[in-house]
């Protein structure tokens, strides 16, 4: 019993070394009526035994049956850095409609005005906080991503026509109709093909 007891110090493994023990403990207590010299071993040593080979067991890493398994922590599929695009682009929409809104705003409320009869072109820049940019409508167009589809342009975007050498330039609401200079001779609203020879829409550089 000393010289088991001592294994661990020989560099023997604590829980070989104990397993040695309950077995030796089981088998001494299976043959005890056999020899006379047999030493006896109690129940309750045996279940110390295997409590410590229990213990021994958790302590080197291993998990008892019945025990419930830990799923491992693993990172989310969508990180923050993933959505950064995401936002930029709706933040970037925000941004475009509130100043859409801001330029329909300002030109709507210069509705009954003549003070931009047959200056287009400071009409639509004005609504957008600017001017000078352009001398005249056709040279706005001709400076734009031009989109042929005038029936359908966009809420926001220039709408222009080809009425003369200057041409001319409305701001579309987006639903068929326009807030324009030279409506009746005055800023108003009129349908999107009210002005003769539409040439199409381009999106505001302002």
């Not at 639903?175 to 539409?198: E, K, L, N, T």
Request: proline share 5%.
């Amino acid at each position: 019993m000393t010289a088991a007891l001592a294994a661990p110090s020989l560099g023997v493994h604590p829980l070989t070394a104990v397993l040695g023990i309950a077995a030796g403990a089981v088998g001494a207590a299976a043959l005890g009526g056999a020899g006379t010299h047999a030493p006896a071993v109690s129940s309750s040593s045996v279940t110390t035994v295997t409590t410590v080979a229990a213990d021994l067991h958790l302590t080197a890493g291993s998990t008892p049956a019945g025990a419930a398994a830990v799923a491992p922590v693993t990172a989310d599929a969508t990180s923050a850095a993933a959505t950064v695009p995401e936002l930029t682009k709706a933040a970037g929409l925000q941004a475009q409609a509130r100043k859409v809104d801001a330029a329909i705003e300002r030109f709507e409320s210069k509705i009954g005005s003549t003070t931009y009869e047959n200056w287009c072109e400071r009409a639509v820049e004005n609504a957008f906080g600017t001017q000078g940019h352009y001398a005249s409508a056709i040279q706005d167009w001709e400076s734009q991503q031009q989109h042929t589809d005038w029936r359908h342009a966009p809420r926001g975007a220039m709408v222009f026509y080809d009425t003369s050498s200057d041409g001319h330039v409305a701001l579309s609401l987006g639903d068929g109709r326009v807030v324009s200079s030279s409506a009746h001779h005055q800023v108003g609203i009129v349908p999107v093909d009210y002005f003769q020879r539409p040439l199409g829409w381009a999106y505001a550089p302002y």
